[in-house]
T-cell receptor, first 113, second 109 residues
Framework: NAGVTQTPKFQVLKTGQSMTLQCAQD?????MSWYRQDPGMGLRLIHY???????DQGEVPNGYNVSRSTTEDFPLRLLSAAPSQTSVYFC????????????FGQGTRLTVV | AQRVTQPEKLLSVFKGAPVELKCNYS??????LFWYVQYSRQRLQLLLR??SRESIKGFTADLNKGETSFHLKKPFAQEEDSAMYYC???????????FGTGTRLKVLA
């Protein structure tokens, strides 16, 4: 009963490094999305996908790339990490039949030094 | 522009006291409103959605379109209610959420 799984849970990067945050769901959900959570700012949408092969930008997409080659996976790539990307990242998925009920991963705490 | 406002960063109440977490939104169409909760060391999870008009863990929330509000209420707070609460809006026909900044509820013994 995994639901939405994110890896890693914690990561420290140096400025300029790249990395990929992994997100996988086993509920066959069509919709997947990435949010970042910053103090005093709530959760902000980075990128989202309505199905395999389809992605689009959210509110704060700069510095991030995504792809959706399968229904299950939705990785988030940081191209060249910056201190401003220090945050907690959440992946979420939901079903087209119940789009209002999102299931969240446990989060990835990223620190860029 | 769509926006969700939670004016209180922190709300402290005593056990057994009533709780009201405020949420106001701005959206010109027909929104769907939700409350999500994040307990300590747990993932964010759905608590309530306005279309269900249900009570979960004693919490209720009514959508007031006139006041553009979706306040979360519970008549008698319990210590286990201590958590971070987020109000979220989904514009009609989409699955993208706009979250408020969250309110941390602390229920004191």
């Amino acid at each position: 009963n995994a639901g939405v799984t994110q890896t890693p849970k914690f990561q420290v990067l140096k400025t300029g490094q790249s990395m990929t945050l992994q997100c996988a769901q086993d509920m066959n959900h069509e919709y997947m999305s990435w949010y970042r959570q910053d103090p005093g700012m709530g959760l902000r949408l980075i990128h989202y996908s309505v199905g395999a092969g389809i992605t689009d930008q959210g509110e704060v997409p700069n510095g991030y790339n995504v792809s959706r080659s399968t229904t299950e996976d939705f990785p988030l790539r940081l191209l060249s990490a910056a201190p401003s990307q220090t945050s907690v990242y959440f992946c979420a998925s939901s079903s087209r039949r119940r789009p209002g009920e999102a299931f969240f991963g446990q989060g990835t705490r990223l620190t860029v030094v | 522009a769509q926006r969700v406002t939670q004016p209180e960063k922190l709300l402290s109440v005593f056990k057994g006291a009533p709780v009201e977490l405020k949420c106001n939104y701005s959206y010109s169409g027909s929104p769907e409103l939700f409350w999500y909760v994040q307990y300590s060391r747990q993932r964010l999870q759905l608590l309530l959605r306005h279309i269900s008009r249900e009570s979960i863990k004693g919490f209720t929330a009514d959508l007031n379109k006139g006041e553009t509000s979706f306040h979360l209420k519970k008549p008698f707070a319990q210590e286990e209610d201590s958590a971070m609460y987020y109000c979220a809006l989904s514009t009609s026909g989409t699955y993208k959420y706009i979250f408020g900044t969250g309110t941390r509820l602390k229920v004191l013994a």
